[in-house]
């Protein structure tokens, strides 16, 4: 599974389980406990503790596309484990990350399953208009 982290500055340390102060959030690591193997990724310029790529500065148009980029070269990672059945690939995400799953899923055909948690919203609202 590939598993995408909300907007808030901890970022992986909560879904993976290293933080535990939301204990309703700590799927990544419920679903490690359950045998799924997990890779739980930052965004670029958000969760800038270890990662502080500016994406604007690399010619993405969004740090959203930058993470879709990174989220597909975690489904790379994923599929070269021999532990990994290749054909049962799934990305979950709640807010940012649910959001970021959609895109996912939708440019990646290799992503079999999904789990958006509030990550559907009004793009043309974040995008200036009403």
């Known amino acids: 599974m590939i598993c995408l982290p909300g907007s808030s ?5 909560i879904p993976a389980g290293i ?3 939301r204990p309703n959030q ?4 419920e679903l490690a406990e359950r045998g799924y193997v997990c ?16 994406p604007y500065a690399l010619g993405y148009a969004s740090c959203t596309m930058k993470g ?11 599929r070269q ?6 054909a049962r690939i799934g990305v ?14 939708t440019f990646e055909a290799r992503v079999r399953t999904i789990v958006s948690s509030c990550g ?4 043309a609202k974040h995008a200036g208009g009403a």
């Open 92 to 105: 979950i995400g709640h807010s940012l990350g649910g959001h970021n799953a959609l895109f996912l899923a």
């Open 81 to 86: 484990l021999p532990y990994v059945d290749r």
């Open 39 to 54: 890779l739980v990724i930052d965004y670029p310029l958000l969760h800038t503790q270890e990662y502080a790529t500016d």
């Open 19 to 21: 933080l535990r102060d």
């Open 68 to 78: 879709i980029v990174n989220h597909r070269r975690g489904v790379d990672l994923l």
């Open 26 to 29: 700590l799927w990544a690591h």
């Open 120 to 123: 559907f919203n009004v793009f």
């Open 9 to 13: 500055k901890p970022g992986k340390d």
